[in-house]
């Protein structure tokens, strides 16, 4: 592999996240602040993505669990892709489309959040979520890319769409971390104070 073609990696993730510092710095803040305003009210925050998407559900889930980067009490968070039992289960006896819905039903509460994962906004899983977090009365906070797909069309004003501007599904993957790393950050600079 040339060394060119790894750098031109690197030179295109940094004019994405360039160009989606001015688009997302916003409605990251409003993620943090309703994750933030949900677990101060003793809520929770569930997440779910397929493949890559599932990985940074779990990311998300492990940081507020344990901590990011300062010491603190845990944060309620559970990443609905971990429970190879429930997965298989739902899957076998209903359907992979189920496979996050009812979770979200099983566990869901008024006022918590679900982390909608999907770089494409079409995984129909990740939307049944949505659909059962919207009838269990949970803000929904959408990781995607792509222009959004469907996950757009099924989102209410309540909710919160963070939309990485790419195509490219690495691109979107490496904001989608670095997002959840800001959502980390801003939780633990509401709780603890700004250092």
Known sequence: MSVERIQQHFRDSAAVKLEALESLSMPIAAAVDTMFGALANGNRILACGNGGSAADAQHFAAELI???????????????????????????DYSFEQIYSKQVWALGQPGDV?????????????????EAA???????????????????D???????HICVPSDRTARIQEVH????HCLCDGI???????D
């Open 154 to 160: 099924v989102l209410s004003d309540t909710d919160i």
């Open 66 to 92: 344990g901590r990011f980067e300062r010491e603190r009490p845990g944060l309620p968070a559970i990443a609905l892709s971990t429970d190879t039992s429930v997965l298989t289960a739902i899957a076998n």
């Open 134 to 152: 919207h009838e269990r009365e949970m803000i929904v906070v959408a990781l995607t890319g792509k222009g959004g797909g469907r996950m757009q």
């Open 177 to 180: 971390l670095l997002t959840i």
């Open 188 to 194: 633990d600079a509401m709780l603890l104070g700004e």
């Open 114 to 130: 679900l982390l909608a994962i999907s770089t494409s906004g079409n995984s129909a899983n990740v939307l049944a979520a949505i």
